[in-house]
C-alpha cells in the first residue's frame, strides 16, 4: 500500500521506523500513530532511552559485553569459574546461554564473526584480546559457542589456531544445534545441553 | 524467556520498545541492539524524528487530520468537493481511503468513538465543531466512515441526531465492510466501493 501522508513530520518518524529489521511502513505508521497519541514525556522518554543507550553504552574490558561498569556483572561475580570462557559472536548470545543456567563460566564476545564478503576480518573481532586473556595463564578451557555456519567455522579454526601454542582445552558446543542455524533462535534445552554435552574441538572436525 | 540483561541502560531502551503495541520483549531486544549497531547521528536521528513529532504536530483547522500547517492539504486543495464530508474515527481512516482514490470530498477526524467504558464521550470528540462545520451552509452531505462496532453505530446515532436540524443528507459508506471489522484493516477494493455505494443513513438503519 503506497501511503500518502498528511504530514511530513509524519512521513519522516514513519521512515525512522521503517529502517528497522522487520518493521514494514504499515507497521511503522501504527506505531508512530501509538507514540503521538502518548504524553509528550513518554514520548521523551522513550527517544532519550534510545540516544543514552547509544551514547553511553559500555563495554565490559574483560570480555567485551554490554556492560554499565568497566567490568560487566558475569566477569565480577567470584562465584563464576574464571578458568572457562565461552566465545560468543554478540551480546544476544550471552543473554540466551545465561538464560539456559547450565553454564558457570565466562564469556568472550568477539563482535561478530569472520565474513570475507561483509568484510570482518579477524583484526575487526576480539580475538587478539581473547589471546591475551588465554595468555595470562588463568584460562584452562575455551568452549566455542559461534553459529554453525560457514562464517563460524572459519572463525572457529582462526582462533583454534592461535591459541593452540598455550596448550589449552579448546571445545565447542555440542552439534545439537542444527547445522545451519543460528544459536540465538535455539530453543533453551537444546542449547542447554549443547553445552554441557560439548566435545573436544579436533574430534568434532575429525582433525 | 526471562532475559537477564547486562546492562540497565539496555534494559530500559527494551522497557520502552516493549511499551509499543505489538512489540514483544524479544522483538524490543532485536530491535535495541540493532539501534546500537548505528551511528550515533543515525540514533539521534530516530529519537528525535518520535519527538519532533510529537511536539510539533498540527492538527488541521478545518478537518482536525494531522497537518504541518493549520489547514491541511486536503481542505486547502480548491479541487476537492467541498460540500461533502465524510466522517472518520482517526488520521489513519483519512490515509486509507485516501488510498482508494474513490473519493473526492472532505474528511471530518473525530478522533475517536463514544465509547462510555473507555470513557470517552460526544464532548471528547470533535464532534461540534463538525456541526459547527455543517452550519455555515456548505456542506450538502455528510458521510459516515466509522467502524461497524457498537461504538460507532452509537456515535453514527449521536451524531445523526445533531445534524437533523441542518436538512442535509447524511449517508454511510455500504455495509461492504464485514460487521465487527475494523475500517483500518478493510481491503482497498471493498473500502473503495463501500464509499461508492454509500445509502442513505436512515434506509441503513431501517429507520
Excluded at 10 to 18: H, K
Excluded at 113 to 127: A, N, T, W
Amino acid at each position: 500500500m503506497n501511503i500518502q501522508y498528511p504530514s511530513v513530520l509524519l512521513e519522516n518518524a514513519v521512515n525512522e521506523f521503517a529502517k528497522l529489521p522487520g518493521i514494514g511502513r504499515k507497521t511503522a505508521l501504527r506505531l508512530v500513530l501509538h507514540l503521538l497519541r502518548q504524553d509528550v514525556p513518554d514520548v521523551e522518554q522513550f527517544s532519550s532511552a534510545m540516544t543514552t543507550l547509544r551514547k553511553e553504552v559500555k563495554h565490559c574490558r574483560v570480555c567485551h559485553n554490554i556492560s554499565d561498569h568497566d567490568i560487566c556483572p558475569i566477569c565480577s561475580d567470584s562465584r563464576r569459574d574464571e578458568t572457562t570462557v565461552c566465545v560468543v559472536e554478540n551480546v544476544k548470545e550471552v543473554m540466551v546461554i545465561e538464560n539456559t543456567s547450565q553454564f558457570k563460566g565466562m564469556y568472550h564476545v568477539l563482535g561478530g564473526i569472520i565474513s570475507p564478503i561483509e568484510g570482518i576480518g579477524p583484526s575487526d573481532l576480539e580475538i587478539e584480546s581473547l589471546v591475551n586473556r588465554v595468555a595470562e595463564g588463568r584460562v584452562k578451557e575455551v568452549i566455542f559457542a559461534l553459529s554453525t555456519t560457514m562464517e563460524g567455522d572459519t572463525t572457529n579454526f582462526y582462533i583454534y589456531k592461535k591459541l593452540k601454542p598455550y596448550n589449552i582445552k579448546v571445545s565447542m558446543i555440542a552439534r545439537g544445534v542444527s547445522i545451519g542455524d543460528e544459536i540465538e533462535y535455539a530453543d533453551e534445552v537444546t542449547l542447554g545441553r549443547s553445552i554441557v554435552n560439548r566435545m573436544p574441538f579436533s574430534e568434532s572436525y575429525q582433525l
